[in-house]
């Protein structure tokens, strides 16, 4: 199956502080990219979906803002959670959909701490 | 009520039983439907994908696409303790221009020696 990629797989940082988490479509050009936050235990969350060269669409109640996405290129996005605070510590995965299978893959997630 | 539904379980079985886990849906526009894998503190892995009703066979896993029921089965043949993880469905309407996947709530399984 298609590999997507994501780096850091953990990041422990200060309350306060931006942190930036990459998402790479490895061996497929995708056209769409999903960002998701998951709970222990809980199912996945949507955050925002974009697709290459324009803005990402937000869910409702997620703050733009804080949680800056770039789809740079067909096998690159990026997720910047900014001013850290401890309540955004969570697991966040990427997921990319790409032509012409439609289906979507998910990145190994990464799990973020804020202190 | 939400638009996927799925046990979440756990459910519990031997190791060698045929596992069957299920979801059934109420909006009748889904058209693609997945069954995801996840392991702790991973993300998800797409085992199955279909678009059609009927039985989708790979390996150990079969795929069951009932439309007129808006109910989708994966089954595991000869169940292992390595296929312990949390299952999830997702389905996603036909027209592109909607690219939400929806997911059920995940189905965790348990496979004991």
């Known amino acids: 199956g298609a590999v997507v990629s994501q780096h850091p797989s953990w990041v422990i940082c200060k309350s306060g502080t931006s942190v930036k988490i990459e998402c790479r479509s490895l061996d ?8 998701y936050r998951q709970f222990p235990k809980q199912s996945l969350m949507l955050m925002a979906t974009s697709n290459e060269g324009s803005k990402a669409t937000y869910e409702q109640g997620v703050e733009k803002d804080k949680f800056l996405i770039n789809h740079a290129s067909l096998t690159l996005s990026t997720l910047t959670v900014t001013s850290a605070h401890p309540e955004d510590s969570s697991f966040y995965i990427c997921s990319a959909r790409g032509r012409p299978q439609e289906t979507q893959y998910f990145g190994p997630g990464t799990r973020l701490l804020v202190l | 009520q939400k638009e996927v539904e799925q046990d979440p379980g756990p459910l519990s079985v031997p190791e060698g ?65 390595s296929d312990s993880a949390t299952y999830l469905c997702a389905m996603r309407r036909w027209d592109t221009g909607f690219q939400k996947l929806v997911f059920g709530t995940g189905t965790r399984l348990l496979v004991s020696p």
């Open chain 2, 17 to 81: 039983a045929i596992v069957s886990l299920n979801c059934t849906y109420s909006n009748s526009a889904f058209q693609y439907f997945m069954w995801y894998r996840q392991y702790s503190r991973k993300g998800p892995e797409l085992l199955m994908y279909t678009y059609s009703s009927g039985n989708k066979e790979d390996g150990r896993f079969t795929a069951q696409v009932d439309k007129s029921s808006k109910y989708i089965s994966l089954f595991i043949r000869d169940s292992q303790p």
């Open chain 1, 28 to 35: 497929f050009q995708a056209t769409t990219m999903f960002w």
